[in-house]
């Protein structure tokens, strides 16, 4: 499986987990992890700790997440991107619209 | 082979491959009872040379037989099938696990052992023809989806990149992953010569992420040739898409400007830096600043990094393709290597920008399979020439103005305050003259004239920047970011443009008036001193043009007030 998800009891917060390769293959289950989540005001942790690459179309998974987040008014957090990551991220500016946490 | 070439197969044969009479005559009652046809080989060569001659639908085929046995001829027979899909049972009397294992592994698709009822082998018959036809119906609909890819592929690059411009010097690379490439590059000159360049990235690759280039290269050729700067340019992409793309489906891109007079105006919004070499060195490098378009509503305020480009200088463009190319190993070709490769004097002297980190990367990847697409664009800095759009109109047209034949318009505008930091008269002028009057090449002067005139009543006369700034390569970057500085606070003054269109019997005569609410300048101290073109100073340069292109130029109210007549014959 290339990215687990827990739900918190409250179903108020979402940690997701991807695995080394973040990419078009994750699509499905990085969509699985957060669809059914519908709790207003849910924050959605990626814990990207795990990756070492990362490229567009995980981007574009991203805004996906972003955006479902949007319509509950929850939160989207970046966790623990290693550089590599983390400069792809920046390179597309992600840093102007979705928290990133060291 | 063609579909039609397949629909040759004779769909009621079955060839029965047996050197003894007796089982041939056997088989045959079979498929005749089945309502097929039969034809007969008594051996491997003929069996091979039957299936060529007469392409049956189905084989019977024996294993053992003189000459080359039915294992070697189902071999031979798959081989040259190819693609096409030729059901072959083996009937055989021989027993053994080995003689089934060796049968498949032939090619062969089935295996039956005599004596059998003759229900087993019609079942078998019927099941494999089954097979067969939807082995046929997957064929023709994947060479149907074969033929789309390749026709929209030449729509494709027919529509996007064939209008590109500024080969002789510009070089492009492009190497897609798949048949479509996510990549698009795209040239086109402003009417004043000017050039930009554009390298896009759509998120993936392939047919999908190649939606949204016709819009894109529409827009931008559109804009650019309207003489929209490259901010507005770039805002109107980003709109589109914004509307155009789903969401998580984006484009990552840079854009060169490169005037005519040597500025370079570079903005990067989500591709890997974009680079300035200056005599093999690596002088500048502009860093994404901005999200990839599409994603925001709008666009957050683009900044520029301005350059002056020397003819022989050169800037680089790439995807992010170049860097994150992997071999079998699992490593990237990485920025160290291709800068190795760039400032290699083994490749420098034998090769381009380009092919220097193309034959590296090469060298890096061997045969590993691409995962993404390759985009390389080296701007050399020869790429303008103003000549290029300056064909002042020669003068063809005399006075030939009939007042019988009056046909005359105006139009005018005038900015205050901070709408001067926000239009752009010049577009908008010059989209009048293109919707009343035409198309034409001489809205390329009228462009040059416009923008000289319009620029200077702004620089000198509202923002008061002074020209001699310009004089010295430091002065020209300080130029540049004290003129965005005061434009962004700037709240008073203004610029009014005035623009007359006459038509004439074989052309038309523009009459342009610009006037700032600047103190003006000397220009009678600076029209006498013929000199100050000829001692290589960097200002000045603008009304030295204007005065090369237009009937006349006349200066009043102190110099902030400029009226110039333009006159241009049709073809």
Partial sequence: MSVTAKTSDDKKTVDICVAEQFDYSAHQSFREAY??????????????????????????MILLLKEHADTLSGKVVLAKPNPAVHKILSIAKFDQFVTIEA | MTVAEKLQTNLSLV??????????????????????????????????EKYLALKPSLILMDVNMPGMGGIEAARQIKHLAADNFIPIIFV?????????????????????????????????????RRISELYQQVAELNQIRQSEVEVAEQLFSGAIESSNVGLETIRMHKQPATTFSGDVQLTAYRPNGDLNILLGDFTGHGLTSTLGALPLAETFRAMTAKGYAAEEVIAQINAKLYRLLPTGLFLAVAVVTLEVDGTARIWNGGLPDVMVFSQG???????????????????NELSFEISNIQPEDHILMISDGVIEAENAEGDMFGEARMFAAITDPQYRHKYSLVDSILTSL?????????RDDISLID????????????????????????????????WGLELQGRSLARIDPVAQALSRLQESEGEGEHWHTVFSILTELYVNALDHGVLKLESSLKDSPEGFARYFSEREKRLETLSWGSVSVH??????????????????SGDGFDYEAWLSNENAFNIGMLSGRGIELVSGLCESVEYSNHGATVEVVYVYSRH
């Avoid at chain 2, 047996?18 to 034809?39: F, H, I, P, S, W």
């Avoid at chain 2, 032939?106 to 494999?128: H, S, Y």
């Avoid at chain 2, 000549?387 to 007042?403: G, I, M, N, P």
């Fill in chain 1, 35 to 60: 669809r059914f989540v519908d709790q207003p005001g849910a924050m959605f942790r990626v814990d990207l700790s795990k990756a070492t690459y990362m490229d567009s179309s995980a981007l574009g």
């Fill in chain 2, 281 to 299: 060195e690596l002088v500048q490098r502009v860093s994404s600043s901005h999200p990839p378009l599409g994603i925001l509503p709008q666009v």
């Fill in chain 2, 15 to 48: 060839l029965i491959a047996d050197d003894m009479t007796l089982n041939q005559r056997l088989l045959e009652k079979m498929v005749v009872n089945m309502g097929l046809v039969a034809e007969f080989a008594s051996d491997g060569f003929e069996a091979v």
């Fill in chain 2, 379 to 410: 701007i050399p800095g020869n790429s303008v020439q103003s000549e290029r759009s300056f064909t002042a109109t020669s003068q063809l047209v005399s006075d030939s103005e009939d007042s019988n034949d009056l046909d005359v318009w105006d």
């Fill in chain 2, 92 to 128: 055989s009397g021989a027993e053994g696990q080995d003689i089934i294992r060796n049968a498949i592994d032939a090619g062969g698709d089935d295996f039956i052992q005599r004596p059998f009822p003759f229900e087993l082998l019609e079942g078998k018959i019927v099941a494999l």
């Fill in chain 2, 362 to 370: 090469q060298h890096f990847v061997r045969d590993f399979p691409q």
């Fill in chain 2, 499 to 516: 623009v007359q269109h006459a038509r004439l019997a074989a052309g038309g005569r523009v009459f342009i008036r610009i006037e700032d």
